[in-house]
């Protein structure tokens, strides 16, 4: 039966995926990775011989309806992304639209997203939080952070290391330099970090850093 399967697999430790991730991924047809390279060490370590092609935010409108006419005609698909969930913060999003508006099956396993972690790590109140993903690169930036300014729930963010002063020092001058914040860096991977502190001591602690790896923001309620 045709059907579209959506994949998170592992943000880091590649022990950090489930039993029936591992099984659909050998049993459909074909799967669709963001990064390739990066996708086969993954199915390597499983002996996930299924055949894999690039589907990524360059080239997902031009491949859409390709996909789209291998699911109609009867194959089962995985969707797979570099690290984490499709669609949080990376593509998916947009293969499931069409895929609903084609009455195609669609199908989310649980399993792996970096925020989550992030977020219980924080210490900060879990019960109520909004995901910012990561914020624009230039133009809106400080008007979408000016939206956030009465926010009462805890907030999150992606964020890349070569932005991540930037961020930090827009973060203190909308919300105040006294705002606590945890810093989330490499979840599950070796040189793991979580810091928590306020964002002026986490912008002097960062300031002469060569900051690498993949980053959660979590910021505390007001």
Do not use: W
Not at 130 to 145: I, M
Request: glycine share 4%; aromatic share 8%.
């Amino acid at each position: 039966m045709n059907k579209l399967y959506l994949i998170p697999t592992p943000i880091g430790n590649l022990e950090d995926i489930t039993f029936r991730a591992v099984r659909i991924l050998k049993e459909v047809g074909l799967i669709l990775a963001e990064d390739t390279r990066t996708s086969k060490i993954l199915l390597n370590h499983y002996q996930i011989t299924t055949p894999v092609i690039a589907h990524h935010k360059f080239n997902e409108h031009q491949t859409l309806n390709a996909i789209i006419s291998k699911l109609a005609s009867g194959e089962t698909i995985a969707l797979i992304t570099d690290a984490g969930t499709p669609a949080i913060s990376d593509p998916g999003f947009l293969l499931m639209r069409e895929c609903i508006r084609n009455n195609i099956d669609i199908e989310c396993l649980p399993g792996a997203t970096a925020f989550v972690p992030a977020l219980v790590s924080s210490g900060f109140p879990c019960d109520r939080f909004v995901f910012e993903g990561f914020l624009p690169a230039k133009k809106g930036r400080l008007s979408r952070l000016e939206t956030l300014k009465s926010e009462t729930r805890t907030i999150i963010f992606y964020e890349s290391p070569h932005r991540l002063l930037k961020t930090l020092t827009d973060l203190a001058a909308i919300f105040g330099k006294e705002r606590l914040c945890c810093i989330a860096r490499e979840l599950s991977k070796k040189f793991e970090e979580i810091k928590r502190d306020t964002l002026s001591n986490i912008i002097h602690y960062y300031k002469d850093i060569n900051v690498k790896g993949e980053i959660v923001i979590v910021l505390s309620a007001n």
